[in-house]
């Protein structure tokens, strides 16, 4: 086959010759960079524009910053304790301020070689640093912050926490109006002195002290680095409670100093070995939180929020000493109680990571939702088995449980245990060191309890305990919990008796007593004593001392329930609170510990009604006295019962502590000015002492928040009584024995007092010997009403 004949103008085909290397690198590489920066500069077009617009709709809205420039700290309202000791502050800001001039240097280059190193650089938002967390952030799995110190200041002082994208806008437009109206000293000054950096302290000055215990111009370099790592996480860089985890930041800071060249390497050198010394005692002394609640809330009441901001001081009567003692004692008594009960489970589970460098924080974080109580310490699982356990603190310290501390756990860490009260890893638990400095597994007590006392001649309070932790329950169980006193109700009857001609001689029968539920269609009342047995006629000394439930009930009857009703009012006590029905005689109404602690005062100082006092002094800012207590000087208007009435009730109420439900008290203090009264009301809901020295009043009160049974044999002389022997065996070490003196009207007949017109032969002789049908005087069965509202009100009461 003959081949197609060839154009003259038509070569033969060939192979592409090789781009030239001129034009291999313009369309290799300069082209790509020439399109990305063309997109970019479309993208920082639109940027642009968007931050005009943002500038155009957002910037005019902002709130106006001149106050900035004239900022006044608001001082905070402080509490003190009798002797001056500061145990409380409360306001928005609690800080020492201090000029840029008096905050020294050191501190200044710490803060700003990790916050940020290029502050008197930018003009309020650093570019550089943007640009730089973007790339740690495209890099890192972990994010990293680019707000400058100005944009700081423009969070704390006017943007809410949450993070958001439009948070973050205003927080730009902020900054940059804030550096367009304050110098940069301005803005370091306001941010030195506002931030928030734990332990109760806003600002370096403030957190200097409560840390070092020392003025800031006193700083080192090593010290300034610790404080500054502080504002990123002030619970997880506490350097008290996370030494190890602070000072790995510390040591960063300095490092970033030296590399900003605010120090020279010797110094660098120098910081990195210093060991730093804290402040070992606290600038606020623990314990005392319910004491400066309360005050803060008087004060509340008396100025409204000013009380916050104009530097109130206000001095208390509390005693700093015996507050602490009664903590402990109440916190000692809760956790008695608690070791009897079974084990209830870790308080929560935390999934931890597989990855060892990421434990210790996943660690601290879960842990902050737990904090320490006192000495019972918060602790994350780590490895468990039957015979150990290891867990790791909130400072990062890794401790060991032995078989002997794993005994109130039960079977919890076998594989038997139920998911909810199993120990495994990720369970947080609660631990305690004993003295032999051997770890065991606690838990932090569901019970709660108050105390407060008081002198009964002035009323001014010596020691408040609110509950078992304050920080954990802010609730005031002394002032705001309503409870049944039970029978240390019980005095306030026999008081309401002895107007009526009962006198301690006075024979009442312990008989059962039945209250047929009749045409009401209730149930019947068949009340019982607490130990259930019956022991026939006694004295009312002797009833008073064993607190015998039938007893109290037929006294009520014989004086009448409303009688007893408005006779209670002389105590200070709510005739609401309190119905005028049998149930009353066992402690059915409701009080307050420190309702309570009131009452008894009245029997303790003789028959007069003094109020409880708490605040002695108020003075402002600048130190003009505001407010001033007088002291009380009893006289006859402020008389609530007849002397007389007061000295034959201390007689009886210091039989029980003699020889009655609560003997333990003179047994084991060793003397006999000790008065008061046990109790414990319906199915051991409440547990109650109160109980007094002629110079001292106190009340205890145990039970749960949500009234549950505490167990068959808890009871008040058995669970409060001791929390007051431990306090007392305190309070009373210096006060000698004092005795009452006998008042006019009362006779002396065979070793038993008795009022001049009620001797034998004139007072009330007996009750309940005789068939109410056959007895002179008895009082007359309840009616059909009473019996129903008695049911409604108490079911079966048997009170201790």
Same mark, same amino acid.
């Given at each position: 086959m003959s081949q197609p004949e060839l154009s003259p103008n038509t070569s033969a085909p060939q192979d592409?010759?090789?781009?030239?290397?001129?034009?291999?690198?313009?369309?290799?590489?300069?082209?790509?960079?020439?399109?990305?920066?063309?997109?970019?500069?479309?993208?920082?077009?639109?940027v642009l524009l968007l931050v005009g617009i943002g500038l155009c709709v957002a910037y005019p809205n902002l709130p106006e910053v001149h106050g900035l420039a004239v900022y006044q700290p608001k001082m905070p309202l402080r509490v003190y304790a009798s002797n001056g000791t500061l145990i409380g502050e409360f306001g928005e800001e609690k800080r020492h301020f201090l000029p840029i001039s008096e905050i020294p240097k050191v501190m200044r280059d710490a803060v700003l070689a990790i916050e940020d190193a290029r502050f008197y650089q930018h003009g309020g938002v650093d570019y550089l640093g943007v640009l730089r967390a973007g790339l740690a952030n495209f890099g890192e799995s972990r994010s990293q912050g680019a707000s400058t110190i100005t944009m700081q200041v423009a969070r704390n002082f006017y943007l809410p926490s949450e993070k958001t994208f439009t948070r973050k806008i205003y927080e730009i437009l902020l900054a940059m109006k804030i550096e367009s109206k304050l110098s940069k000293d301005q803005i370091l000054e306001l941010y030195m002195n506002q931030i928030f950096l734990g332990q109760r302290a806003y600002g370096f000055a403030a957190a200097s002290d409560i840390y070092f215990g020392?003025?800031?111009?006193?700083?080192?370099?090593?010290?300034?680095?610790?404080?500054?790592?502080?504002?990123?996480?002030?619970?997880a860089y506490?350097?008290?409670?996370?030494?190890?985890?602070?000072?790995?930041?510390?040591? /960063?800071?300095?490092?970033?100093? /030296?590399?900003?060249?605010?120090?020279?390497? #010797?110094?660098?050198?120098?910081?990195?070995?210093?060991?730093?010394? /804290?402040r070992t005692k606290p600038p606020i002394p623990p314990y005392a939180e319910y004491v400066a609640e309360a005050a803060r809330s008087l004060m509340h009441e008396q100025y409204g929020a000013e009380a916050y901001t104009r530097g109130l001081n206000v001095y208390t009567s509390m005693d700093l000493e015996e507050q602490a003692i009664a903590a402990k004692a109440l916190r000692k008594g809760l956790l008695?109680?608690?070791?009897?009960?079974?084990?209830?489970?870790?308080?929560?589970?935390? #999934?931890?990571?597989?990855?060892?460098?990421?434990?210790?924080?996943?660690?601290?974080?879960a842990l902050e939702e737990h904090p320490d109580s006192d000495t019972i310490r918060a602790a994350l699982?780590?490895?468990?088995?039957?015979?150990?356990?290891?867990?790791?603190?909130?400072?990062? #310290?890794q401790v060991e449980i032995g078989a002997d501390g794993l005994k109130s756990v039960g079977k919890a860490?076998?594989?038997?245990?139920?998911?909810?009260?199993?120990?495994?890893?990720?369970?947080?638990?609660?631990? #305690?060191?004993g003295s032999d400095g051997k770890w065991a597994i606690r838990q932090l007590p569901e019970v709660e309890g108050a105390f407060v006392s008081m002198d009964p001649r002035t009323g001014l309070i010596r020691a408040m305990v609110g509950g078992f932790d304050f920080e954990r329950n802010k609730f005031n169980h002394v002032t705001q919990a309503w409870r049944q006193p039970g029978s240390s109700f019980k005095p306030f009857i026999y008081s309401a008796a002895l107007e009526k001609g009962f006198t301690p001689a006075t024979v009442v029968n312990d008989a059962p007593l039945f209250y047929d539920a009749g045409s009401t269609g209730s149930r019947a009342w068949e009340p019982k004593n607490y130990d259930g047995k019956f022991e026939g006629p006694m004295s009312l000394r002797r009833a008073l001392a064993k607190s015998k439930n039938m007893v109290s009930i037929r006294v009520l009857e014989s004086v009448g329930t409303h009688y007893a009703q408005n006779w209670l009012t002389n105590f200070g006590f709510d005739a609401d609170k309190h119905l005028p029905y049998l149930p009353m005689a066992l402690g059915a109404g409701s009080v307050t510990p420190m309702q309570m602690a009131d009452a008894y005062a009245v029997f303790a100082n003789g028959g007069y009604r003094v109020n409880p006092t708490l605040v002695l002094k108020v003075t402002d800012g600048r130190g003009h006295t505001l407010a001033q207590y007088r002291p009380n000087v009893l006289d006859e208007s402020m008389r609530g019962i007849d002397a007389r009435n007061a000295f034959v009730m201390n007689s009886l109420l210091q039989e029980v502590t003699r020889s009655g439900t609560a003997a333990r008290a003179q047994s084991t203090l060793k003397r006999p000015d000790l008065y008061g009264k046990t109790g414990t009301t319906n199915d051991s809901m409440d547990?109650?002492?109160?109980?007094?020295?002629?110079?001292?009043?106190?009340?205890?009160?145990?039970?749960?928040?949500?009234?549950?049974?505490?167990?068959?044999?808890?009871t008040g002389g058995g669970l409060s009584l001791p929390v007051w022997?431990?306090?007392?065996?305190?309070?009373?070490?210096?006060?000698?024995?004092?005795?009452?003196t006998p008042p006019e009207g009362l006779v002396n007949i065979g070793g038993e007092w008795f009022y001049e017109e009620y001797t034998r032969s004139s007072g009330v002789r007996d009750v309940g010997l005789q068939s109410p049908d056959a007895e002179e005087g008895a009082p007359s069965a309840p009616s059909a009403s009473e019996k129903s509202d008695i049911l409604d009100m108490f079911g079966k009461p048997a009170s201790e």
């Open positions: 592409k010759p090789a781009i030239a290397p001129k034009a291999w690198w313009r369309r290799w590489v300069l082209t790509p960079i020439l399109t990305v920066i063309g997109l970019s500069a479309a993208g920082a077009m639109s020392k003025p800031i111009k006193d700083l080192t370099v090593a010290e300034a680095a610790m404080l500054a790592g502080l504002p990123k996480a002030p619970s506490n350097p008290i409670r996370n030494p190890r985890r602070a000072t790995i930041r510390q040591q /960063y800071i300095i490092d970033r100093m /030296y590399e900003n060249r605010f120090i020279t390497a #010797e110094q660098r050198d120098e910081a990195k070995a210093q060991a730093l010394r /804290y008695d109680f608690d070791r009897r009960q079974p084990w209830r489970g870790p308080e929560a589970y935390v #999934e931890l990571p597989t990855d060892p460098k990421q434990v210790d924080i996943m660690i601290a974080e699982v780590t490895d468990a088995s039957p015979q150990r356990v290891r867990a790791t603190l909130q400072s990062g #310290e860490l076998t594989e038997q245990a139920s998911p909810k009260h199993q120990i495994r890893r990720g369970a947080v638990i609660r631990l #305690e060191q547990a109650w002492f109160a109980g007094y020295h002629p110079h001292l009043v106190a009340v205890v009160w145990i039970g749960y928040d949500q009234p549950r049974k505490l167990g068959d044999r808890e022997i431990d306090y007392m065996a305190f309070a009373l070490r210096h006060t000698p024995v004092v005795e009452y």
